[in-house]
């Protein structure tokens, strides 16, 4: 079996979840959420994107319900013994056998908890679900239930984030190490994605993000690839991944002489990031870590150039996004607790002089303050030849 974690952890992360089910008052919850299946079970697939609910009850009996392909990989994958397929055929509606479960359960007339923001529930899935359900059972939204456990992370999953900074560290120096003037964005990537490959990496939450130019001022995938000019700027966002766990590095690479205007993004940068860390500690809000990002760089004479959020947890994510719960931004009252990971990104985007910089890193928050899981500098990164 590919589970790797050990079955006792997953088993007390599910105690963890129904002990807060009976608090909620649920009888059991519904899953749609990769992440959480993940988490509770090791069920590692991409199949969510078809209709997929992982049941679990307040006595801890799981049912999954999938397609055909996933049998096997939920077998292979994951500790959950009773896997229910739904069969693809004309006019097939899954939520019916997922009522048909439930009832063998006892949940007629029962509470249970639904993971509504959820990528592997889309709006046309739910509309059915809505309807087998109506009247049979209460569903209340319980989104948030299976994410509030998964934000706080193990010590095995802090070894996991570990392995996966490391993996981004050396995608940055193989991109350090091929960026110079006529360099194609392509080659780039690639030996990214070698570096996290070749050392037992996986596949990352989202693309990679790559742009040159005037694209540098960009911070989503976008595709078409162009080499770099001998004056340049190149902007990456990107993440070393093992067992699926994230660890995002940031960084804008100038090509040629820089501009003092970069120079000075650059400085305002570290002294934002510096001041997020004096501001991510245990037992304070996580909206003071953006208050302190955007006193910095409103106080440096960026305040039109920064951006409203700085950063956001970190952890085993799929796709489409490696973005988790919760985020920086101001006024989030959320508390930061020890075994935190969280990915600080410090942006300044002018578009008036077409010039972009960024610094970004991916932090654990420790019994007092935060420590960087990289080895990366944040020194201006300037390749001329």
Known sequence: MAIHFSEQELADRRTAVTNEMAIRGLDGLLMFRQESMYYLTGYDTFGYCFFQCLYLGGDGRMTLLTRAPDLRQAQHTSVIED??????EAGKNPANDLRAILAEHGCKA?????????????????RRVEAALDGFCA??????????????KSPAEIKYALRAAELADDALDQAV????????????LAAMHGAVF???????????????????????????????CDKDQLTLEFAGVYRHYHACLMRTIVIGQPDP???????????????????LKPGHPIGGVFDAHARTFDAAGFQAHRLSACGYSLGATYTPTWMDWPMFY?????????????FLHMILMNSVANRAMTLGQTVQVTADGCVPLSRASLELVIRCS
């Open 261 to 279: 205007e970069h120079i000075a993004m650059h400085r305002a940068c570290v002294d934002a990031m510096r001041a997020c860390m004096e501001a």
């Open 110 to 126: 029962k509470k249970l908890g639904i993971e509504f923001d959820a990528y592997g529930l889309t709006a046309h899935n739910w």
């Open 139 to 152: 569903l209340k939204d319980a989104s948030d239930l299976v994410s509030g456990f998964r934000v706080v």
């Open 83 to 88: 896997i229910r397929i739904w069969v693809d």
């Open 198 to 228: 070749r050392g037992g990496g996986d596949y990352p939450g989202n693309e990679y993000i790559i742009g040159s130019g005037h694209d540098a001022l960009l911070v989503r995938y976008f595709t078409g690839r162009r080499h770099l």
């Open 177 to 188: 190490e091929l960026t110079r003037p006529g360099a194609f964005e392509g080659d780039i």
């Open 330 to 342: 101001t006024g989030n009252a959320f508390v930061a607790q020890p075994n935190m990971v969280f």
